[in-house]
């Protein structure tokens, strides 16, 4: 059974205080490694896709890494608007998603 | 484009009655999922359709939960009858499966509450 493991849970910063949220995955033939970004009472916004290990992407402040065992968010000079639940997810060989719990960050002013 | 629609937002119910959820998606989407969030378990995966079709339902709790999608603009989640651990936020969502690996589009989900 795939599984997907997010740490920490929860990460309070300060503005500007650069950090990295961590996604431990084991999967069957990994397809693919997704992140979004949950807001309170709405529903997961999509981030970014990875797909083999050594990958990279970019989107503003954030940048998301990864490798055969884990994936990393870095967060560089976060903002309030930052503030969110971010869920990792992976698609392994059986053509299914599996989230992680997820970690909520906050970032304070 | 509205995005995936879903209704209602928000419903409470007594335990042993019948609960409906409804979800529209993107036009143009060919795939669409139902997953259930709590607090505990975070989000799972109940079910998802392929060009209408149900493909895994392996994620389905309990035979009391079903989903149908009778065409590719509608698709229902029923559970019947309700139980208090059924209480959670239920998402739909969908994508457009062609090559690689489709981002999913999710719905602002429906809190449901079972007492």
């Known amino acids: 059974e795939d599984q997907v493991t997010q740490s920490p849970e929860a990460l309070r910063l300060q503005e500007g205080e650069s950090s990295s949220l961590n996604c431990s995955y084991t999967?069957?033939?990994?397809?693919?490694l997704f992140w979004y970004r949950q807001d309170p009472g709405k529903g997961p916004e999509f981030l970014f896709t990875l797909y083999s290990a050594g990958e990279e992407k970019e989107k503003e402040r954030l940048k998301a890494t990864l490798t055969k065992k884990e994936s990393f968010l870095h967060i560089t000079a976060p903002k309030p608007e930052d503030s969110a639940t971010y869920l990792c997810?992976?698609?392994?060989?059986?053509?299914?998603?599996?989230f992680g719990t997820g970690t909520k960050l906050q970032v304070i002013p | 484009d509205a995005g995936v629609i879903q209704s209602p937002r928000h419903e409470v119910t007594e335990m042993g009655q019948e609960v409906t959820l409804r979800c529209k998606p993107i036009s143009g989407h060919n795939s669409l999922f139902w997953y259930r969030q709590t607090m505990m378990r975070g989000l799972e995966l109940l079910i998802y359709f392929n060009n209408n079709v149900p493909i895994d339902d392996s994620g389905m709790p309990e035979d009391r939960f079903s989903a149908k999608m009778p065409n590719a603009s509608f698709s229902t989640l029923k559970i019947q009858p309700s139980e208090p651990r059924d209480s959670a936020v239920y998402f739909c969502?969908?994508?457009?499966?062609?090559?690689?690996?489709?981002?999913?589009?999710f719905g602002p989900g429906t809190r449901l509450t079972v007492l």
């Open positions: 997810a992976v698609l392994g060989g059986y053509q299914k998603v599996t």
């Open positions: 999967v069957s033939g990994l397809r693919g």
């Open positions: 969502a969908s994508s457009f499966q062609n090559t690689g690996l489709p981002m999913q589009f």
